[in-house]
């Protein structure tokens, strides 16, 4: 039910936290585990943690060393984060964004959860290769959830969401969604875009462009529509060429 | 907020179990624990699962040799079951009963939820002492849960129904929504710019417009994303002109 759902745990510093991690993603019926540059990474750790049905999901853990890299074929991101503030705007809850999760894995989105480290969590730069940030409501007396526990309330939230809907099936090809490379490669070329015409400044673009990419993430681009604003941004440049910029 | 409510943990085999548990049980502002009778009890094993926040949870815990003994004072008792057959009628789910739970926690009331030992849970025996029984939603493969696993889902529910509004983490002002007029503005003004970059063709613009504004329909723009496109359409423009078309 929650076939086309990943998670991702990015950074995690303890192998045990991974095992529980999959023994809680087979409580809610989810396979997909990634680690990306797990800390002092031990199998034999992770098992025991991982209960007899969780062993699968750790030993079939996909590894890789980079964030994007581990992104690059899913169509949705959410990032996790305990902290709602600064650029962290239109932050969800679970129970919000659950029925969309489930929505989009209906319609045949590969949609991923990253979860930070133990520590310290999603950095700004991780949390901006996500489209959407999801914070799970806790006490102010310690909102520092252990790592298989918010794991499992995302997965809890969605896993009830995916009980209760109808199944809806996909529209036309040309809509498919844009992939995580997709509109990364999407993002870089609109920063590109904006450098040519003296939008950005110079000295730090990935930092102006930081408005720009949140308005860009909260839309659900299809594949005709990155045609069409890759088309744009190209006419852009061109015209940016004759100015005499480039 | 779940002052009234008590976590009533029978026959528990870890004190591991027990200290995940008080972690999680503050993680949702929940704080009175009772054991009744717990398997080779051992506070120096519970403590560092409980975290530094949970300390003080383990260490105040009620001991209690009889689960009647440790429900005396309560007025409601919610048993928690991964079974639903049988006599076991009239379950219900997280989500059903935290209402009800967080309704009489606001009337005055004490509610204890129980929970089981790891391997086999609470027997008929003892589910009778409870009024109501919860099953948390899982997976058919694996419908095992974590003992503080289960403990946190139920507090989770009980949690966000207790929070008086529902928890949305809130967005500045300046993210109104942009009126019709603004939206229109916004759609004129980039079709001038679309055509000062020749990206329009200029015997037809409002027919090559309609890909683009059927794009920007669908977008849910606030205010100050209005003021960033129509920034970047600005810029657009006066490089439109440098480059000797307007």
């Not at 076939?3 to 303890?14: A, E, H, R």
């Not at 029925?99 to 310290?120: M, S, T, W, Y």
């Not at 969590?121 to 806790?138: K, Y």
């Not at 308005?215 to 852009?236: A, T, V, W």
Request: aromatic fraction near 6%.
């Amino acid at each position: 039910m929650l076939d086309n759902l990943s998670i991702v745990l990015f950074g995690t510093k303890f192998p045990e936290n991974v095992g529980s991690s999959a023994r809680a993603m087979t409580n809610m019926g989810c396979e997909n585990l990634t680690l990306v540059r797990p800390a002092s990474w031990d199998m034999e750790k992770a098992r025991p943690l991982a209960t007899v049905k969780g062993r699968d999901i750790v030993e079939k853990a996909l590894i890789a060393d980079e964030l994007s890299e581990a992104l690059k074929d899913q169509t949705r991101v959410y990032g996790t984060t305990a902290r709602t503030g600064g650029w962290r705007k239109g932050v969800m809850t679970p129970s919000t964004a659950a029925p969309l999760i489930v929505e989009q894995l209906r319609a045949g989105e590969k949609v991923a959860v990253v979860f930070g480290p133990e520590d310290r969590g999603l950095t700004n730069d991780e949390t901006q290769l996500c489209s959407r940030l999801i914070n799970i409501p806790t006490s102010h007396e310690n909102s520092s959830l252990n790592l298989s526990q918010a794991v499992l309330i995302i997965l809890y939230e969605c896993f009830k969401n995916a009980l209760d809907k109808p199944f809806t099936p996909a529209g036309p090809p040309e809509e498919r969604p844009t992939s995580f490379e997709e509109q990364e490669i999407l993002a870089s070329n609109l920063q590109e875009t904006l450098l040519a015409i003296d939008f950005l400044k110079a000295d730090n673009p990935d930092y102006w462009m930081m408005p720009v990419r949140r308005f860009m993430s909260k839309i659900d681009i299809k594949r005709n529509e990155f045609n069409l604003l890759m088309g744009i941004c190209r006419q852009i440049k061109w015209i940016a060429g004759q100015a005499g910029k480039k």
